[in-house]
């Protein structure tokens, strides 16, 4: 499923002195199976940008064409098609509401009108999605469980409804790095195994460089940069100047060039620095001197 | 949006008005409702409404504002008139009609009633358009400290009610972002019946149940963590201290009340 | 010489009421006057009970926890205790009292019964060193994550501590809110000497501190200077904690064969170390 972005402008308060504008004509283009990484600082209009993907905010102007299909066209099904797209919030955990994580998963699939084996189908695809034991948790009261715990119920919730595009608003705030790694490889799975098209708002750029196969970055409500984690991130002096980090690596990468050794410049992977050190220090055994003075 | 649903009705300019003290505003709004209960006559009650418009001027609150507050109550004043003007005895037949009758007392009577109600809904409206919330609640706490005495818990109602003014905005901030992620799922909040509706609140409700009772575990062990122990042995920063006008204010809501009075008498 | 100390535990436990096994077991440590220890592990390690024992918020099942000399089991010393040893925790919006900045600040020291002539002076230079003078009458839920944990730092500092101890103070911020606020603690321990207990499941922020206790299952597993601590990577891994990128990416290099010196943590130590590999003769001048 494809969703393409028109010239989206949202104004906050609009009509009122309070008026800011969150979004400032973006246009974009996510392709069928893309795991896109959103990055940008706070306020920079990433959250308001995913909330109109799944109609929960109305553009100011601009449109929205999900599959080719106006999302608040007339003759649209605005509901119908808000629902291919899930959507999970930031802290998702609070949300839970019901007895059982089995019922709080079925809240979705239940939305949908969909029959009773159906959405206990459901229940089991998508506690299976996000690795939680159906025969230990179900029946559990989601309010007893750790903090990780929960919000992989919540995920599980939208995975329910078996969204083709599935976007999530820093889904690793406040988790552990235990906690945070399980999500990040139920989402790697998810978009390998499932194939389903990933957005990912997030403060990480180690978690970014892992996953993403495109990024986009945003400021002050515009696209400031789009294109592979390799692209990006060997763009260094731009990211500096909009306030974001690069991978570790890749600043390596940038310090080792600096000092004359012979490096590709867009490297961002620990790996790819471990090879080419190696590789250097192998040619250079001889003690050539890298910085030609 | 969410701002103005804090700031309850408050009108944030600055006018003498605004910067009296909330003891005082409190004091003379108490003397204006009772000035509106001696008033006896329309005169009496041109005197109020002069007295309401030259305080709304001095301070710089639109007067359609006071308007504007009585709106939620205008079920309440037209039955109030209409009442009073159906069951109200009296002798000169205005009108007749389907065996009711109308007279010139009871629609003397409707007219008063309504007024008075007017009145006292006006001139609460000004107290809390011309202060803030929290000089409100420090005003009340003020005035009720002689209560301590009698181990009535006035610190503990000022205290619950800064607390209160302070997490208003972030539960309507929650409240908003539950909603939207329900809706994320599929939740409904807006057709249905009455039942139905109120069945859909629940997805709503208990999440910000258990946000509002974490929260308030995690406040009581901050509190306990910077020393707060209760009302004992604390001292304020905030003084408040009266002036020369909070003297005048309250000279003048007695003049008024005076001459309700007189008027009452004379006429 | 334990009479020092800012901080000693001494073999203390602590089990919550219902709770079948201990959330902390027989830990020992100590942290000296003007100290910055960031304490580091994994959510229900036993990280945050402790940090709560040092606020005499828990007493000790088992053991004796004395903070600025005195034992937190004395009852009648909770409030001498509470006013040196100040603690912000997690969620910025639920530790924020007052409804505008500065009487928020203020609620510590009305407290404690500060004279009111004296509040606002000591109000206005905590509002000074966390930077956020110009907010003094905003309205706290107008402000950003890290302006509001700073606030809540303005709050301690106004009560004189000789101690902070963050509970997982920026584990929801931003990035630049993380930034602000641990440089605002890392810049009250230097000019002020305020001994800081930093509890975090970051590994960035622990390799800022002076030292590191890393606790596990309730336990202390490592204690050392973050450089120490972080070389020992498969230690760490193997307790599931993260590993900074760098000290990493040395120890995948020394497995390979490479002779990494032992010690590297940042971008910096990492280019130093491969130019003394690479060429000696440049690292040598």
């Keep these: 499923m494809s969703i393409e972005i028109r010239h989206l402008t949202h104004r906050y308060s609009e009509g009122s002195v309070f008026s800011t504008v969150a979004l400032d004509d973006v246009s974009l283009t996510i392709q069928d199976g893309e795991f896109i990484g959103i990055i940008g600082h706070t306020g920079s209009g990433k959250s308001t940008l995913v909330q109109h993907l799944n109609g929960l905010l109305k553009p100011s102007s601009g449109q929205i064409l999900i599959d080719g299909q106006d999302l608040h066209g007339e003759h649209v099904n605005t509901r119908a098609l808000r629902q291919r797209i899930g959507l999970v919030f930031q802290y998702p955990e609070y949300q839970l509401f019901e007895e059982t994580v089995a019922k709080d998963i079925a809240f979705g699939p239940r939305n949908q009108g969909l029959s009773k084996a159906e959405i206990d189908g459901r229940v089991r695809y998508a506690m299976d999605c996000v690795h939680l034991d159906y025969d230990r948790f179900a029946e559990k009261s989601p309010f007893e469980l750790s903090g990780g715990q929960m919000r992989r119920v919540a995920i599980a919730g939208v995975l329910a409804m078996r969204p083709s595009v599935l976007i ?126 | 949006m969410l701002n103005d649903i804090t700031m309850g009705q408050y009108y944030p300019v ?102 008075r109600l007017a009145f006292l809904v006006a001139g609460t409206s000004l107290l809390t358009l011309t202060t803030s919330p929290v000089a409100l609640s420090d005003g009340i706490e003020l005035l009720l400290s002689p209560l301590k005495k009698i181990h ?116 | 010489m334990q009479q020092d100390m800012r901080i000693l535990l001494e073999d203390v436990s602590y089990t919550y009421e219902e709770a079948a096994a201990p959330a902390l077991s027989h830990v020992s440590a100590s942290v000296r006057p003007g100290e910055f220890v960031a304490v580091l592990g994994h959510n229900g390690s036993g990280k945050s009970t402790m940090a709560k024992l040092l606020n005499a918020l828990y007493i000790p099942t088992e053991g004796n926890v004395i903070v600025c000399g005195y034992d937190t089991r004395k009852e009648e010393l909770v409030w001498e205790i509470r006013r040196r040893a100040g603690m912000i925790f997690q969620n910025p919006d639920n530790q924020i009292v007052a409804t505008v900045v500065k009487e928020d600040v203020a609620f510590g020291l009305e407290n404690l019964g500060v004279p009111t002539d004296e509040m606002l002076p000591r109000v206005e230079s905590a509002l000074a060193a966390v930077r956020m003078s110009q907010y003094a009458d905003s309205a706290p839920h107008m402000l950003s994550g890290g302006q509001k944990q700073r606030i809540a730092v303005a709050g301690i500092l106004a009560m004189e501590p000789s101690i902070i101890i963050a509970d997982e103070a920026t584990a929801m911020l931003d990035p630049s809110g993380q930034r602000e606020v641990l440089e605002t603690l890392h810049a009250l321990n230097r000019q002020k000497g305020i001994t800081v207990v930093w509890i975090t499941h970051f590994m960035e922020e622990a390799a800022t501190a002076d030292r590191v206790l890393v606790v596990s299952d ?51 130590d990492m280019a130093k170390e491969v130019d003394r590999l690479l060429c000696p003769s440049k690292s040598a001048t």
């Design chain 1, 168 to 293: 999530l608003d820093e889904p690793t705030a406040g988790l552990d790095p235990r906690g945070r790694d399980r999500i990040l490889t139920m989402l790697e799975e998810l978009h390998q195994k499932e194939h389903t098209t990933i957005l990912m708002v997030s403060h990480s750029m180690d978690d970014m460089a892992r996953l993403a196969t495109r990024l986009i970055v945003m400021a002050s409500g515009k696209v400031a940069m789009t294109g592979t984690p390799r692209e990006v991130f060997a763009q260094q002096e731009k990211m500096l100047s909009l306030g974001l980090d690069v991978p570790a690596a890749a600043q390596l990468c940038r310090a080792l060039r600096e000092k004359g050794y012979d490096l590709p410049a867009d490297l961002y992977r620990p790996e790819e620095l471990r090879e080419h050190i190696l590789r250097l220090r192998q040619s250079g055994s001889e003690g050539r001197d890298p910085v030609a003075e």
């Design chain 2, 14 to 115: 600055d006018s003498p008005v605004h910067r009296l003290d909330p003891r005082i505003k409190l004091v003379d709004t108490l003397l204006f409702i009772v000035a509106v209960f001696l008033a006896q006559s329309f005169v009496g009650y041109l005197l109020l409404f002069g007295f309401l418009y030259g305080v709304t001027r001095l301070a710089r609150v639109p007067f359609r504002m006071l308007l504007k507050g009585l709106k939620p109550l205008r079920i309440i004043l037209i039955l109030t008139f209409l009442l009073n003007l159906f069951f109200t005895p009296g002798e000169k037949t205005l009108v007749a009609f389907w065996g009711i009758r109308i007279t010139l007392e009871a629609l003397r009577q409707a007219a008063f009633y309504s007024l």
């Design chain 2, 152 to 267: 009535f818990p006035v610190h503990e109602l000022a205290m619950m009610m800064t607390i209160a003014l302070r997490f208003i905005p972030t539960l309507l901030e929650e409240t908003d972002k539950i909603m939207k992620a329900q809706m994320a799922r599929g939740a409904d909040f807006e057709s249905g019946n009455l039942i139905a509706r109120a069945k859909a609140m629940v997805p709503l409700l208990v999440p910000l149940f258990v946000s509002a009772f974490r929260k308030a575990g995690d406040l009581a062990m901050a509190m306990e963590s910077r020393c707060y122990h209760g009302g004992e042995g604390r001292t304020r920063m905030r003084v408040l201290k009266l002036t020369r006008n909070d003297g005048l204010a309250l000279g003048a809501m007695l003049l008024l009340i005076a001459l309700v009075v007189l008027e009452g008498v004379l006429l």
């Design chain 3, 218 to 268: 309730g336990e202390m597993v490592l204690t050392g200077t973050p450089r120490e601590v972080f070389d020992q990577v498969d230690r760490l891994r193997e307790l599931h904690l993260d590993v900074p990128p760098m000290t990493a990416l040395a120890a995948d290099l020394r497995a390979a064969g490479l002779p990494v010196q032992p010690g590297i943590l940042t971008v910096e």
